[in-house]
């Protein structure tokens, strides 16, 4: 297999098989992500590409899923995506599903009618890295896009019939910008349709600039009790029809799971008990030892 550098896989979808297609990130600018730092965007050779479901036909013949590797896959445009899955079902011709990841403007350069092709090529979930739905925070981290574009591309996918993810990065727009992040974003996220909302609380990791600019006091980080209060007005705010999952270091019940709408005002009693009695240092020293977003 033509796997490059480190291997980021959602573990939340089918693990076996994965395929790479693409090297790095398009964007890269993130100011709290360092995973391609120094990985340059590029499409893999289709030789390569076309090897790998070789050797993939050969140990798993049967396969029905797929993860499309690796930070933005779907940035590559129709006429170069759709090739590369017409391959996955000719060498794995019981394939149901092919999952991806991706930026909110990796879907600009496709129309609804390109995308409604790939689903039937396979194409049936996708996660999109969001972070935030408030204009200010998405300028202020860097972003590259604005929520005019989340909501636009979104509403794209549902017209094609494709599932897809939206993520919340909790405390990313620090102490002064907390309430605006969590309160607008799930506005934004409330006026789409996603399969899933799925929440992670920041980490400063090393030789990201947000981290700089923390040391340089230009960003001041959440404490672990304020990134609860700012998870806890998110899902206040967050009306959506959806599953929930979240990567916080709270040790909670009744957080992760489906039917979000039926079980909000349990999600919410969970993060007030948190905030109540939570333990904050062990909450920090989980964060701590995280190595990668």
Request: proline share 4%; glycine share 6%.
């Amino acid at each position: 297999m033509h796997f490059t550098g480190t291997v980021y896989r959602n573990p939340y979808w089918a693990t076996f098989p994965l395929l790479q297609i693409t090297e790095g990130c398009t964007h890269n600018k993130c100011k709290f992500c360092t995973m391609y730092k120094d990985v340059d965007f590029r499409m893999q050779p289709m030789e390569w590409i076309e090897d790998d479901l070789r050797e993939i036909a050969e140990i798993a013949p049967d396969a029905k899923t797929i993860q499309l590797l690796s930070a933005n896959p779907l940035a590559l445009s129709f006429d170069k995506l759709s090739p590369i899955l017409e391959m996955i079902n000719k060498y794995l011709p019981k394939m149901e599903y092919i999952y991806t990841a991706g930026r909110v403007d990796d879907l600009k350069n496709k129309t609804a009618e390109q995308l409604k092709v790939l689903k039937e090529l396979g194409m049936r979930e996708i996660s999109l890295g969001v972070e935030s739905g408030d204009d200010w925070t998405l300028e202020r981290i860097n972003k590259g896009y604005r929520s005019e574009d989340i909501l636009e591309q979104c509403h794209k996918l549902e017209d094609a019939g494709i599932n897809y993810w939206m993520t919340f990065l909790n405390g990313v727009a620090g102490r002064e910008h907390s309430i605006d992040h969590a309160v607008n974003s799930a506005k934004i996220f409330s006026q789409c349709k996603p399969m899933l909302v799925g929440t992670g609380g920041l980490t400063l990791f090393p030789s990201t600039p947000l981290l700089e600019e923390a040391k340089r006091g230009e960003f001041s980080p959440l404490s672990e009790k304020e990134m609860l209060i700012e998870l806890k007005t998110f899902v206040e705010n967050l009306d959506c029809d959806c599953s929930f999952i979240t990567h916080h270091t709270i040790s909670g019940k009744n957080l992760t799971g489906p039917d979000f709408l039926k079980r909000k005002d349990s999600i919410i009693a969970s993060l007030d008990d948190e905030i109540k009695h939570g333990d904050m240092d062990r909450m920090a020293a989980v964060r701590n030892r995280k190595r990668t977003l």
